[in-house]
């Protein structure tokens, strides 16, 4: 069974740039989240989304980040502008969308905003 | 809101030794409780999930308890080996119906040979 896969694995940018990182999950999951993970800190949601439908955008910063999920399968995660402080490994996880079921991360992306 | 937090930054054992990681919430006893194994470099790995109505869970040299009064969760590696050598995530569900989880920062757990 194939993981779920991200891309890019790095990426350097200025501040005020903007960013997108991209996400397939493994098929037939209909839960995709992306977290952001600063360094020595845990996971932290910033969107879920059920099949195509946003369920959880609270601690999404609506003002320079997106998300969607286009079709239910691939979504693509978006910061602009980025500042000093989005620096930060993003991960995005999938889940067969039933309760109590284990969430499948991909290797992330490492984001560096000088 | 629902916190959960794991004590120990770094725990250093022996070889051989059973390593004991401690993961604290609090609020209300979340649905369930999942650990995770993260490696450098790679996104976290699924590990054990312990429910509500459930005192304990093993599997192979893992072993995880679920202590709704003391709001507490412990994760036990038995015979633990360098190859353990990890950050061990600890995640609780959050309300009921939405399944995203809270993760505490992790304990970084080495094995020394």
């Known amino acids: 069974e194939a993981g779920v896969a991200q891309s890019p694995r790095y990426k350097i940018i200025e501040k005020r740039q903007s960013v997108a990182f991209w996400c397939n999950p493994i098929?037939?999951?209909?839960?995709l989240y992306w977290y952001q993970q600063i360094l020595g800190q845990g996971p932290k949601l910033l969107i879920q989304?059920?099949?195509?439908?946003?369920?959880?955008d609270s601690q999404l910063p609506k003002d320079r980040f997106s998300a969607e999920r286009l079709k239910g399968v691939d979504s693509t995660l978006k910061i602009q502008p980025a500042k000093l402080e989005d620096s930060a490994v993003y991960l995005c996880?999938?889940?067969?969308?039933?309760?109590?079921?284990?969430?499948?991360f991909g290797q992330g992306t490492r984001l560096t905003v000088v | 809101s629902q916190k959960i937090e794991q004590n120990s930054e770094a725990l250093n054992i022996q070889e051989g030794k059973t390593a004991t990681l401690t993961c604290n919430y609090t609020?209300?006893?979340?649905?369930?409780l999942q650990w995770y194994r993260q490696d450098p470099g790679r996104g976290p790995v699924f590990l054990l999930l312990?429910?509500?109505?459930?005192k304990e869970k093993r599997k192979e040299r893992l072993k995880v308890t679920f202590d709704t009064t003391l709001k507490q969760s412990l994760f036990h590696i038995t015979a633990s080996q360098p190859a353990d050598s990890a950050t061990y995530l600890c995640?609780?569900?959050?309300?009921?119906?939405?399944?995203?989880?809270?993760f505490g920062s992790g304990t970084r757990l080495q094995v020394q040979p």
């Open positions: 996880a999938s889940s067969a969308g039933q309760l109590n079921t284990e969430a499948f």
């Open positions: 098929s037939g999951h209909a839960t």
């Open positions: 989304f059920q099949n195509n439908g946003v369920v959880d």
């Open positions: 609020n209300y006893s979340p649905a369930y």
């Open positions: 312990i429910r509500e109505n459930e």
């Open positions: 995640a609780r569900s959050m309300d009921t119906g939405r399944r995203a989880l809270t």
